[in-house]
């Protein structure tokens, strides 16, 4: 379902991330994906992902802190009232 543009959501991803430590084979087979969950306001919702904003000025019709989230990476999606 592609969810409207302004709807407020909460999207629950998988996301990357690195450790400048050294690992054993052992302790790298046991790393877990990173959860990360992220509200925002949607600007775009189609086969490549959801992009969110956390601010809108409609005077300039312009969005700030603009996040986007691969569709493969995505677990969860609600939305909010």
């Not at 306001?41 to 000025?57: F, Q």
Request: aromatic content about 8%.
């Amino acid at each position: 379902m592609a969810n409207k543009v302004g709807r407020p959501l909460r999207v629950e991803w998988e996301d990357a991330w690195s450790n400048g430590d050294t690992w054993t084979a052992q302790e790298a087979q046991e790393t877990k994906p990173l959860i990360m969950t992220l509200f925002g306001y949607c600007v775009r919702d189609d086969k490549a992902g959801i992009t969110l904003t956390m601010e809108h000025d409609p005077q300039k019709k312009k969005y700030r802190i603009i996040w986007h989230v691969p569709r493969a990476m995505i677990r969860k999606v609600t939305v909010l009232k």
